[in-house]
């Protein structure tokens, strides 16, 4: 009877001491992992790591060489970025200066009598014309789309106009397919309708879609 009271007694301490190895282990596991999970908590911080905004907006395209406007060229938008970041209205919207500006005055100069106050040069992907809308400012407003080939104007066509007695201007959007809507806007309300749309052809004319 003694005997057996012994082997419960050593069954019993075995039991004991495996349960407390135990008990180290798991607490072991759980400050390891929390560990873990401070270190890279950490981590995010010194990185400043943020999760994506679910809504993005599309950015203005910035441009490398300074010289064109990338499409599509919303006049609206460039109106607002002047309002709003004037600073990075030229690198959005560059405008031609000095000799450049002078050289493409000189042209419209031969096929009218504007004297425009502001030229940009558009980038239309091509290399056989180019591409550019100036701005006249006066008494009424108005842009006008002109394609160069040669030093010669191939093409012409009005494309926005503001007289402040009007209850309406118009505005204009180059498309990156070359086309162009043309619509009005109320001073007012702000809405917007689409007066006329134009293709920009392959061999640089203006063709009027609506």
């Known amino acids: 009877m003694m005997k057996y009271n012994k082997q419960i007694i050593k069954l019993i301490a075995v039991l ?12 072991n596991n759980n400050e390891l992992t929390q560990n873990t999970v401070s ?8 990185q400043n790591e943020q999760l994506p905004d679910t809504i993005s907006q599309e950015k203005p395209v910035v441009n490398e060489n300074n010289e064109s406007v990338n499409l599509p060229f919303d006049f609206e938008e460039r109106n607002k970025l002047a309002n709003t970041d004037e600073s990075k209205l030229p690198q959005v919207y560059p405008v031609l200066k000095d000799e450049k500006l002078q050289a493409v005055k000189k042209i419209i100069s ?6 425009p106050d502001i ?11 180019d ?9 009424s ?3 006008t789309i002109i394609n160069v ?12 106009y503001a007289m402040p007695e009007n209850e309406t201007y118009q505005s204009f959007v180059i498309n990156k397919d070359l086309s162009i809507s043309v619509y009005g806007i109320d001073y007012n309300t702000r809405s917007k309708k689409i007066l006329e749309k134009y293709q920009i052809k392959q061999n640089g004319s203006v063709v009027k879609l609506k």
């Open 39 to 46: 270190d890279k908590a950490a981590v995010a911080a010194e």
């Open 119 to 129: 030229v940009f040069k558009v980038n239309n992907g091509t290399t056989t014309f």
């Open 131 to 139: 591409t550019y809308v100036y701005c006249t400012y006066g008494d």
């Open 149 to 160: 080939k040669d030093s010669k104007i191939i093409a012409k066509e009005s494309i926005g």
């Open 141 to 143: 407003d108005s842009q």
């Open 16 to 27: 004991l001491i495996l349960f407390t190895a135990s008990c180290k282990d798991s607490g």
């Open 110 to 115: 031969t096929d009218s009598e504007d004297n």
